[in-house]
């Protein structure tokens, strides 16, 4: 099965600073990346996904990158704010069919942004 | 856009007793519903995936007996812990996904005492 690997687990940064979090996969027939933000007791919300066909893929200040070949996606946050603070899980998921994807999520990363 | 309701958010119950949790797509229809299971702390961690119309195909590790899985239709999956233990406490939450991406449920805390 797909194994996802996530990192740092926690991360430190000041106010307007960048931030970027790194995942691995080890199934090639992934492919679809989603990146989820969860507020303490609250559901998952994704924030950008990405699929195999695209390299990069950008909303305002929010961008994935994915490198099939080596089989790692990267999360990059510009000009962080406060709001920004919560725990970033990557995920990775072969197309299920019927319109469905089983994702692995990776561990989590607790971003802490500092005003 | 596409929600999926989950009820309840929350729930306390007595060592020994069985609780249900409902997950429902509102405006779509899901053939495939997924439950996760998420400790303080930790990343959520796939329990089954819920096929309407037959059995829910469950991860290694996790007891189908234990945790009964209904998907009797299109827009309603059921998980029920059964024989309830202080360890099954967690953050259960449901998702679904119609073509994509993949939508959670606000998740249900259960706390077993």
């Known amino acids: 099965g797909e194994n996802v690997e996530q990192h740092p687990s926690t991360l430190s940064v000041q106010e307007g600073d960048s931030a970027v979090i790194k995942c691995t996969y080890s199934?090639?027939?992934?492919?679809?990346f989603p990146w989820y933000k969860q507020e303490l007791g609250k559901r998952p919300q994704l924030i950008i996904d990405i699929r195999s066909n695209v390299g990069e893929k950008k909303d305002q200040r929010i961008a994935v990158t994915l490198n099939k070949t080596a089989k790692h996606f990267s999360l990059h946050i510009t000009e962080t704010q406060p709001e920004d603070s919560a725990v970033y899980f990557c995920?990775?998921?072969?197309?299920?069919?019927?319109?469905?994807?089983?994702?692995?999520f990776g561990k989590g990363t607790k971003l802490s942004v500092i005003p | 856009g596409a929600v999926v309701s989950q009820h309840p958010s929350w729930v306390i119950c007595k060592s020994g007793t069985s609780v249900k949790i409902e997950c429902r797509s509102l405006d779509f229809q899901a053939t495939t519903m997924f439950w996760y299971r998420q400790f303080p702390k930790q990343s959520l961690m796939l329990m089954a995936t819920?096929?309407?119309?037959?059995?829910?195909?469950?991860e290694q590790g996790v007891e189908k007996d234990k945790f009964l899985i209904n998907h009797a239709s299109l827009t309603l999956s059921t998980l029920t812990v059964t024989s309830a233990h202080p360890e099954d406490s967690s953050f259960y939450i449901c998702s679904a996904s119609q073509n994509s991406p993949l939508h959670f449920g606000n998740g249900t805390r259960l706390t077993v005492t």
């Open positions: 819920s096929n309407e119309g037959s059995k829910a195909t469950y």
């Open positions: 995920a990775a998921s072969p197309y299920s069919g019927a319109g469905s994807y089983q994702l692995t």
């Open positions: 199934d090639s027939a992934s492919n679809y």
